[in-house]
């Protein structure tokens, strides 16, 4: 059975972090839920699967993006209001791949 399940990303937004996730899983979009961002991923329930570290980096609009074009998959953009993080700011995530 598939479904569709929240990851919280931490505030304040850091550029880079990582999160583990079913191996499995298909990341779907971000959005900003309540002023807090969440990644959304389709998780496949019943599968009996490994876990693993995940990275992504958060470039802020305007902001030099630091990762090369190559190594980067872009998820989705949101947007978090003053009230969240005391000056309102646009982001976009990206997931980091390394290319070997």
Request: one cysteine or more; charged letters at 30%.
């Amino acid at each position: 059975m598939l479904s569709v399940f929240e990851y919280p990303i931490s505030l304040p937004v850091e550029d880079f972090f990582s999160l583990t996730l079913p191996a499995d899983a298909k990341i779907l979009t971000v959005q900003a839920e309540d002023d807090r961002p969440q990644i959304f991923a389709l998780i496949d329930l019943g599968k009996q699967c490994k876990v693993r570290r995940r990275y992504f980096y958060v470039a802020r609009t305007g902001w030099d993006i630091r990762e090369k074009n190559d190594d980067l998959i872009y998820i989705g953009t949101f947007q978090l209001s003053d009230r969240a993080i005391g000056g309102a700011m646009t982001a976009h995530l990206f997931e980091v791949i390394r290319k070997k």
